[in-house]
């Protein structure tokens, strides 16, 4: 099945109770086979169709608020026309869950798969995680139901998968029982609940104290969930799914003795692995480490798989101007800690990258490495980099 069909069994067997969704590509199959479901009998849940993305987040918003778990999805302008409301759930303490199917931010209009409007999401507050395939799309989907109602968090989680590549390909995906997932999920905590009988005001006007010690709440809050993000892998394993491996928030690949390491989050992390089996091959002892969380950010983890090696950062996401988000969070933790670090965003935009660019980006990096310890580069693939861009300037 494709990454949006398994993000919408995972709602079914989440007992989902509100679904607020507006259409987007490449995510508008998921409400297409939830309300399919709905039609059918299959689903339970209310599904409210809205006209506009930020009012898919505020009627989820509303809907967990009174007690109720809910469920949205979006990508790219939508992401973006929701902004303000992702703020104030995360604000409110309040856990409900969003899938992002990304996509490249406009403008010019672009449909295709790029990071950007997940990544510039990583200080609103949430739980982020990213998935490799539509399995994990799947398991991610329901473990954040937990994370995110778990009262050691109790903050709202975003799982992500690229566009089209994750959203509407399809692979074998092992569907779990409704029994296992509801022995793994319980049924919905949050910190309170908006009730007539029993009125609690929040979101008004906070005096600075307050509110300086609300936002240091949630980072707490954050710094907590990368425990409670192991414990439910873990326990997910036990109860629901044992063939991928939950116990961690990141994952590593032919780390062990590598001198080289590339850091990647996403679909392109399994172009990586068969990139770093090959370059193994020919000699180069190259690993990968998988970031499947971008929040909370496990600076242990990333130092355990990075420390004394070459690091080379690909990024499908820039803030411009300083690189990849992904390059930065990684010298922040480990800057000093190896003996070469480069980032490289590329694939924006939709633009291709397999198997064949990432090894030849490697054997770029092996062999630059010896005279650039720290470098940030643009990588295009070969038919990308014949392009010349016109400019409304030389349209003129």
């Known amino acids: 099945m494709s990454g ?6 995972a709602v079914k067997l989440a007992k989902v109770g509100v679904v607020s969704i507006y259409p987007i590509t490449p995510q508008t199959t998921i409400i297409e086979k939830l309300s399919e479901m709905r039609a059918e009998g299959e689903l339970s849940a209310d599904i409210i169709r809205v006209e506009s993305e930020h009012s898919a987040m505020a009627g989820a918003f509303g809907a967990a608020s009174a007690g109720v778990r809910s469920f949205t999805a979006t990508a790219s302008q939508g992401l973006l026309y929701m902004h303000e409301m992702v703020w104030w759930v995360s604000g409110a303490r309040i856990p409900l869950v969003m899938v992002v199917a990304t996509r490249a931010v406009g403008a010019p209009w672009n449909i295709w798969n790029e990071n950007t409007d997940f990544t510039q999401l990583r200080d609103a507050g949430w739980v982020m995680g990213f998935a490799m395939n539509p399995q994990e799309a799947m398991d991610m989907t329901i473990q954040a139901f937990r994370v995110s109602e778990d009262s050691r968090v109790f903050l709202p989680a975003m799982v992500g998968m690229d566009g089209f590549i994750l959203s509407h ?46 936002r240091h ?18 326990d997910y394993n036990s109860k629901v799914n044992s063939e991928v491996n939950y116990s961690t928030l990141n994952v590593t690949y032919r780390v062990e003795d590598a001198d080289y390491v590339v850091v990647a989050m996403g679909a392109w992390s399994g172009d990586v692995m068969e990139a770093v089996d090959s370059l193994r091959e020919k000699g180069i002892s190259v690993g990968l480490l998988r970031l499947r969380y971008l929040r909370p950010w496990s600076s242990r983890e990333v130092r355990e798989a990075l420390k004394g090696r070459k690091v080379l950062v690909l990024d499908r996401s820039t803030s411009l101007g300083r690189g990849g988000p992904l390059f930065m969070e990684v010298a922040s933790t480990v800057r000093g800690e190896v003996e070469a670090l480069w980032g490289a965003v590329s694939g924006l935009g939709g633009v291709s990258v397999g198997k064949g660019e990432i090894e030849e980006l490697v054997t770029e990096f092996v062999e630059g490495t010896k005279s650039e310890t720290e470098k940030q580069l643009w990588f295009y693939p070969g038919k990308v980099r014949k392009v010349e861009l016109r400019t409304p300037r030389d349209v003129e």
Do not use: C, W
Request: hydrophobic share 35%; glycine share 4%.
């Open 4 to 9: 949006n069909e398994a993000v919408a069994r």
């Open 169 to 214: 390909t399809k692979v074998p995906v092992n569907v779990p029982t409704e029994e296992s997932v509801d022995s793994f999920l319980p049924l919905r905590n949050q910190p309170y609940v908006l009730d007539p009988e029993d009125p609690v005001g929040m979101g008004n006007m906070f005096q600075p104290q307050d509110y300086m010690k609300l």
């Open 217 to 234: 709440s949630m980072e707490q809050a954050l710094q907590s969930a990368e425990e409670v993000i192991r414990e439910v892998g873990r």
